[in-house]
């Protein structure tokens, strides 16, 4: 008799690859630019979809359940900075100054909006909540993230921000997902009957993971610090990660969501923006050596979709079987 066989995550195998590719063959010059376009398409896709697919009804409920959008932010800009700070003195004399700002930086960013949005789909989590509150924690980012920063990251001065990235996401992402909803009535029949439309949604996460090592490899980070230093940053980014994916899931089910909303609330509340932080962090820390200060960001980028992306698929199959259990 065969032994059995490991199941194989094709989506996880397609972050790592893009992950390796980039790093190898950073997207450069007209490629860079191609990237961009082709991750800045994907992203507008994804949400007009989103909205193509979600009734007029469930997204009003998606605006209206402001403890699920309190509670992700409040994880956000409250929790994570908290352990941000936690992770700083407990790093202190023994790992690279600029690392350690780079983790407390880290803390400070806005959630990430295409990613956590997907997760939640994958995962049959509340996607019209997922929205409307990883939006938000960007629209807000724009303001909260520098304040947070002047506040908590005493050596920065002359802390500036644009209100470029709030055009971007409602360029982006707003106005798709309300181009989605008003279309309704001639495509959700269609994305309906076509459910292999949702690798778009897988598609444009792994665009972003290879947008995003190219931008590393670009700056050239890797120079910047020693392996020990990336080794115990990468134990502290999981260690990170590990505490905000247990106590989401943990609160939110104290606090008496329904599973769809703890999904939501566990896919926007641990993870961290490389799409907002990089920008954000080239207007804060001007001068300063930005890759040593975003390599923390990147590294946590890049755990949290790998992690996230291993958990929607379980608890993919976990919905799918107890509906066939009930059904």
Same mark, same amino acid.
């Given at each position: 008799?065969?032994?059995?066989? %490991?199941?194989i995550?094709?989506?996880?195998?397609?972050?790592? /690859?893009?992950?390796? %590719?980039?790093?190898?063959?950073?997207?450069?010059?007209?490629? *860079?630019?191609?990237?961009?376009w082709?991750?800045? @398409?994907? %992203?507008a896709?994804?949400?007009?979809?989103?909205? #193509? &697919?979600?009734?007029?009804? *469930?997204?009003? *409920?998606?605006?209206?359940?402001?403890?699920?959008?309190?509670?992700?932010?409040?994880?956000?800009?409250?929790?994570?900075?908290?352990?941000?700070?936690?992770?700083?003195?407990?790093?202190?004399?023994?790992?690279?100054?600029?690392?350690?700002?780079?983790?407390?930086?880290?803390?400070?960013?806005?959630?990430?909006?295409?990613?956590?949005?997907?997760?939640?789909?994958?995962?049959?989590?509340?996607?019209?909540?997922?929205?409307?509150? @990883?939006?938000?924690?960007?629209?807000?980012?724009v303001?909260?993230?520098?304040?947070?920063?002047?506040? !908590?990251?005493t050596?920065?001065?002359?802390?500036?921000?644009?209100?470029?990235?709030?055009?971007?996401?409602? #360029?982006?992402?707003?106005?798709?997902?309300?181009?989605?909803?008003?279309?309704?009535?001639?495509?959700?029949?269609?994305?309906?009957?076509?459910?292999?439309?949702?690798?778009?949604? &897988?598609?444009?996460?792994?665009?972003?993971?290879?947008?995003?090592?190219?931008?590393?490899?670009? *700056?050239?980070?890797?120079?910047?610090?020693?392996?020990?230093?990336?080794?115990?940053?990468?134990?502290?980014?999981?260690?990170?990660?590990?505490?905000?994916?247990? !106590?989401?899931?943990?609160?939110?089910?104290?606090?008496?969501?329904? &599973?769809?909303?703890?999904?939501?609330?566990?896919?926007?509340?641990t993870?961290?923006?490389?799409?907002?932080?990089?920008?954000?962090?080239?207007?804060?820390?001007?001068?300063?050596?930005?890759? !040593?200060?975003?390599?923390p960001?990147?590294?946590?980028?890049? #755990?949290?979709?790998?992690?996230?992306?291993? !958990?929607? @698929?379980?608890? /993919?199959?976990?919905?799918?079987?107890?509906?066939?259990?009930?059904?």
């Amino acid at each position: 008799m065969s032994s059995p066989r %490991i199941p194989i995550d094709r989506f996880l195998l397609a972050i790592i /690859a893009a992950a390796i %590719i980039a790093s190898v063959f950073p997207a450069t010059g007209i490629g *860079e630019t191609v990237v961009s376009w082709l991750t800045t @398409a994907a %992203i507008a896709l994804l949400f007009f979809l989103y909205g #193509a &697919r979600l009734s007029p009804r *469930e997204s009003l *409920e998606g605006l209206t359940h402001w403890r699920l959008h309190a509670t992700i932010l409040s994880f956000t800009y409250l929790v994570f900075p908290l352990l941000g700070l936690g992770m700083v003195a407990a790093t202190t004399g023994w790992l690279n100054p600029g690392l350690q700002a780079g983790l407390l930086y880290l803390s400070l960013v806005p959630s990430t909006v295409q990613s956590s949005i997907a997760f939640t789909s994958i995962a049959k989590g509340n996607v019209a909540g997922a929205v409307v509150s @990883a939006s938000a924690s960007n629209i807000l980012g724009v303001f909260l993230t520098p304040a947070l920063v002047w506040l !908590l990251m005493t050596r920065t001065s002359g802390v500036t921000f644009t209100t470029s990235t709030i055009v971007d996401i409602v #360029a982006q992402l707003l106005v798709p997902f309300v181009l989605g909803q008003l279309s309704r009535r001639w495509t959700a029949g269609f994305v309906t009957a076509h459910p292999e439309l949702k690798l778009v949604d &897988r598609g444009s996460i792994v665009l972003v993971v290879y947008s995003a090592f190219s931008a590393g490899m670009r *700056e050239g980070m890797w120079s910047q610090t020693s392996w020990t230093d990336i080794v115990a940053l990468l134990g502290i980014s999981v260690l990170l990660l590990v505490i905000m994916l247990g !106590l989401t899931w943990w609160a939110a089910r104290r606090l008496g969501f329904n &599973r769809p909303d703890v999904i939501a609330i566990q896919f926007c509340g641990t993870k961290k923006s490389l799409a907002s932080g990089l920008p954000m962090a080239g207007v804060l820390f001007a001068g300063a050596p930005i890759g !040593l200060m975003v390599l923390p960001l990147m590294i946590f980028h890049q #755990a949290q979709l790998m992690a996230c992306s291993a !958990l929607a @698929a379980r608890y /993919a199959k976990a919905a799918d079987a107890d509906a066939q259990a009930s059904g």
